[in-house]
């Protein structure tokens, strides 16, 4: 934890790349902030520091700290335009004579290049900007020194010709990148796909984030990575299938298929008499509820394993069941208020293409939005080692 003698070297140090100075709580101040810091370009592998009530020279600004104020610098964190997201903690509120300061630490990335609404920044002793192509290609090049996640793995045995260009370039590039960067962009495809976390320079072949979003023949490389949607007439898995399908394409394009099924085929809606006669609409399901539980299984589900995730539909209620049990810093006893990242990639990929709102959010919200609905809280089953399952229950009034 920082402690007060600490904040007064860093506020005395005026020469250090790992500080920056500041006076406003602006998301388009504070975002390229953190960017920077998390890049860390000169490669120090020590946290950097973001100094709030500070002005370029050191001294305090006499500024007080509202909680509202402190809500929106810890935003910077869970709301996706920092991206991969960012380790940062925001210290308690120092007081001093001359006015109040809140110190926010943030963690180098392991997967670097770290970009803020599609922009690369880095920061060189004083100057903080815009990478360029050539800064950019050394912090692709060094992330392959860092400890990897399944999805940054390299899909050996895969070429450039295993994925769909014209998705990356027409879809996905557009999301993540801002404007001004792709008409300047000079590079080749291999090296904008690297830059992204979707190919390795090293290997001359994709990522498996590579291929799960943009791949050609997904499964050829990655077996069980598919959703399979059950829909059994009755309780339980001996009554008749209803109907069942696959979702086993590209990311960049299944996802909105999925998207699109269970608002179209899953959810159903239905009249139903009040107490006085008028008729009022419930639901099956709550749709974004729905929809988010099975895009939290896409994205934290461990891809390693053959099995798919299964989406069970049964008359009374639906069971979402995904390889891969609870993952890193999230435990039985801080689930569903801890977040970490089997994927990052896949998150990111995720955020960037809509089907993530909020990072550590959505959970949460899915579980108060069943309970307003009707259908009561969901059921986690996170003590399985290798799988994690939730069970929703259908709207008591249907």
Not at 14 to 42: H, Q, W, Y
Not at 245 to 252: I, R
Not at 303 to 316: K, T
């Amino acid at each position: 934890m920082l402690t007060e003698d600490k904040l007064e070297a860093l506020l005395a140090d005026m020469e250090s790349d790992l500080i920056e100075r500041t006076i406003s709580v602006r998301e388009d101040k504070l975002g390229p902030a953190v960017c920077a810091l998390a890049n860390d370009f000169p490669n120090h592998k020590q946290p950097g520091y973001i100094l709030l009530g500070v002005n370029d020279d050191g001294a305090l600004a006499g500024m007080t700290w509202t909680d509202e104020e402190l809500q929106k610098v810890g935003n910077v964190k869970t709301n996706g335009n920092v991206l991969p997201q960012p380790s940062l903690v925001v210290s308690p509120v120092f007081r001093f004579p001359a006015g109040e300061v809140v110190v926010v630490e943030v963690k180098p990335s392991l997967y670097p290049p770290v970009r803020y609404d599609g922009r690369c920044w880095i920061r060189i002793g004083p100057r903080k900007g815009k990478a360029t192509v050539a800064e950019e290609h050394i912090l692709i090049e060094r992330r392959a020194a860092y400890a990897k996640t399944f999805d940054l793995v390299p899909a050996l045995g895969s070429t450039i010709a295993d994925l769909s260009m014209e998705y990356f370039l027409l879809v996905y590039l557009p999301l993540a990148i801002d404007e001004e960067t792709i008409r300047q962009n000079g590079r080749s495809a291999e090296e904008q796909l690297a830059s992204l976390r979707f190919y390795d320079l090293k290997e001359k072949c994709p990522t498996n984030a590579g291929i799960l979003l943009f791949g050609t023949n997904t499964l050829f490389q990655l077996p069980g990575a598919y959703i399979q949607y059950i829909k059994f007439e009755g309780t339980d898995m001996i009554s008749n299938v209803e109907f069942e399908k696959q979702f086993s394409g590209a990311y960049v394009t299944e996802l909105k298929v999925l998207d699109d099924f269970i608002k179209n085929n899953i959810i159903k809606e239905r009249p139903v008499k009040g107490n006085s006669f008028q008729e009022r609409q419930i639901r099956n399901y709550p749709y974004w509820s729905l929809r988010e539980l099975v895009m939290n299984a896409v994205m934290h589900r461990s891809y390693e394993s053959n099995s798919p995730i299964y989406i069970y539909e049964f008359s009374d209620r639906i069971e979402i069941i995904n390889p891969g049990g609870l993952y890193g810093d999230v435990t039985v006893d801080n689930f569903p208020n801890a977040s970490d990242y089997r994927n990052v990639v896949i998150a990111e990929s995720m955020k960037r293409l809509g089907y993530v709102n909020r990072f550590n959010y959505g959970i949460t919200r899915a579980i108060d939005e069943l309970e307003k609905s009707g259908n009561g809280k969901p059921e986690f089953d996170i003590k399985l080692v290798t799988k994690f399952k939730v069970t929703i229950p259908i709207n008591k009034e249907w």
